[in-house]
C-alpha cells in the first residue's frame, strides 16, 4: 500500500542536543508539509517542500530545519531543542499544492 | 486575515443522539477538509468538499459546505462511543499556495 512513513515514532532528545526526525512516502507526490502539532491544537504548518523548491513559514523559528534529499524523503532538523519545541511533528504529502494532504503516523518528540 | 472558527471546541454528548459541528472561516475558499484525530495518532481523512452545495456522508457522519456563508456543517447521527475523538476542519484559501489552515478543532466525547 502506498504510504507515508516516519520514523522514529517517539524520540527523546535533551534540552540543546540536535535531532532529526525521518519522512518518507511511497506516493510519488511533489510535495511534503512539516506540521508542529502541541497538546490540545490544531497543527501548526513549519514548511513545505514543492519537489525541491523549499518553502518556510514567515513564523517557523530558524531552529527548525528540513532537506529533501529526494523525492521519497524528507528529514525535519531541530538544531537546539527547548523545552517548548516538545510536540507531535507531522509529515503530509499531496500530488500539488492544492490537492488533498495525506498524514503520516507523526513522530512524538520529548525533550528533557 | 485568514481564520477557521469551529464550534463547539468540546462537546459531550449521549449515545443515540444527534449533533452538528460547525465550520466558518473567513474569506474565499478552494477547499475545505474534515479530519479525524484520536489520542496519541496522526490524522485521518474523513471528506474533502470542494463546491458549494456539496454533501458527503459516511457512516453516521454527514458533511455539507456552503461557501456563500463561508460555512460547514459536520452532522452526527446517533452517535457512538467509537465516534469519540477530536475534529478538525481545514480550508485551503482561493489564492493561496494551498496551504492548510486548520480550525482549532472539536474534541467529541459519547457517554453510554
Known amino acids: 500500500d502506498a504510504m507515508v512513513i516516519q520514523n522514529p515514532r517517539y524520540q527523546v532528545t535533551q534540552f540543546g542536543k540536535p535531532v532529526t526526525l525521518s519522512c518518507s512516502q511511497t506516493?510519488?507526490?511533489?510535495?511534503m508539509y512539516w506540521y508542529q502539532q502541541k497538546s490540545s491544537q490544531a497543527p501548526k504548518l513549519l514548511f513545505h517542500y514543492y519537489d525541491k523548491d523549499f518553502n518556510n513559514e514567515a513564523d517557523t523559528p530558524d531552529n527548525f530545519q528540513s532537506r529533501r534529499p529526494n523525492t521519497s524523503f524528507c528529514f525535519l532538523d531541530i538544531r537546539s531543542p527547548g523545552l517548548g519545541d516538545a510536540a507531535m511533528y507531522l509529515c503530509?504529502?499531496?500530488?500539488?499544492?492544492?490537492?488533498?494532504?495525506?498524514f503520516g503516523p507523526g513522530t512524538r518528540l520529548t525533550v528533557l | 486575515e485568514l481564520k477557521v472558527e469551529q464550534n463547539p471546541l468540546f462537546l459531550s454528548m449521549q449515545e443515540g443522539k444527534n449533533y452538528t459541528i460547525y465550520c466558518n472561516y473567513s474569506?474565499?475558499?478552494?477547499?475545505l477538509y474534515w479530519y479525524r484525530q484520536d489520542p496519541g495518532k496522526s490524522l485521518e481523512s474523513l471528506f474533502v468538499?470542494?463546491?458549494?452545495?456539496a454533501v458527503k456522508q459516511e457512516g453516521r457522519l454527514m458533511a455539507s459546505l456552503d461557501t456563500k456563508a463561508r460555512l460547514s456543517t459536520l452532522h452526527i447521527t446517533a452517535a457512538v462511543h467509537d465516534l469519540s475523538a477530536t475534529y478538525f476542519c481545514a480550508v485551503v484559501f482561493g489564492g493561496s499556495q494551498g496551504n492548510l489552515i486548520f480550525g482549532k478543532g472539536t474534541k467529541l466525547s459519547v457517554k453510554p
Open positions: 503530509a504529502t499531496s500530488g500539488s499544492r492544492r490537492e488533498e494532504q495525506f
Open positions: 506516493l510519488n507526490h511533489n510535495v
Open positions: 474569506t474565499t475558499s478552494d477547499r
Open positions: 468538499l470542494l463546491s458549494n452545495g
